[in-house]
């Protein structure tokens, strides 16, 4: 696998991205048609909050990120989030369709919709890569969910939920952190975005965005594009 080493990351690094690359296997279970590759970027390319991200079917990883990552010795985080992104160049492949429309609706500024898309394709990658995420950095993750003063009335919260909703359910099949959530909004909120995801995926992937009007439905209560 290609690793363009823009962001200029020292050699040692790099050697173990190599190392924790070829830990991954042969990977025939995905598609990765077109993969080019991945590159190390300025911390500022992504959002400051991001571990990575997949852009024209090349894996961007922060620098300044995985550098610390790297010295930290936490290979697991890495691992993860390099098979979490080469799952979206899966899901890129399978679901060109719905990619395309996302792009459109993007455009557009047509949020809802975009959200809407979104939401399928991170629950669908996040199903595919949770095996190699560690329980602790699951446990971390419902932490700061759960501690968070959520308020439903508040635009940001409710942008903050439908971004977060794919990682909840998608980290929580058996539902034993969702029915511990303090905020019994939230809870209900989270169940019910849960309950469309699971009806319209079901290990078979449908590339037309019909199969997504009831999730619309719901994404409408929280995000709106004016």
Not at 6 to 35: M, P, Q, R
Not at 92 to 101: F, Q, R, S, T
Not at 167 to 182: A, V
Request: hydrophobic content about 35%; some cysteine.
């Amino acid at each position: 696998m290609i690793i363009d080493n823009f962001a200029k990351l020292d050699l040692k690094l790099v050697n173990k991205l190599n190392e924790i690359i070829n830990s991954l296997g042969t990977l025939t279970e995905l598609d990765l048609s077109g993969f080019k590759g991945i590159q190390i970027v300025p911390d500022s390319m992504l959002h400051y909050s991001s571990d990575g991200n997949t852009k024209d079917k090349m894996i961007l990883l922060p620098k300044n990120k995985t550098q610390e990552y790297c010295k930290n010795e936490n290979y697991s985080v890495l691992k993860s989030t390099i098979y979490h992104e080469l799952c979206h160049v899966d899901l890129a492949n399978k679901l060109p369709n719905l990619h395309n429309l996302h792009n459109k609706y993007i455009i557009e500024e047509n949020y809802v919709k975009a959200f809407t898309i979104m939401i399928y394709i991170e629950y669908i990658a996040h199903l595919k890569s949770i095996k190699y995420e560690t329980l602790d950095t699951q446990k971390n993750f419902f932490d700061s969910i759960n501690k968070k003063d959520w308020d439903f009335t508040d635009e940001c919260d409710k942008i903050i939920f439908i971004k977060s909703s794919p990682y909840i359910i998608s980290r929580d099949i058996n539902n034993i952190y969702i029915n511990s959530f303090i905020n019994d909004e939230l809870r209900k909120n989270i169940l019910e975005v849960q309950k469309e995801l699971k009806k319209i995926y079901d290990n078979e992937y449908i590339d037309e965005y019909y199969v997504l009007n009831s999730l619309e439905n719901i994404v409408s209560k929280y995000i709106s594009n004016d």
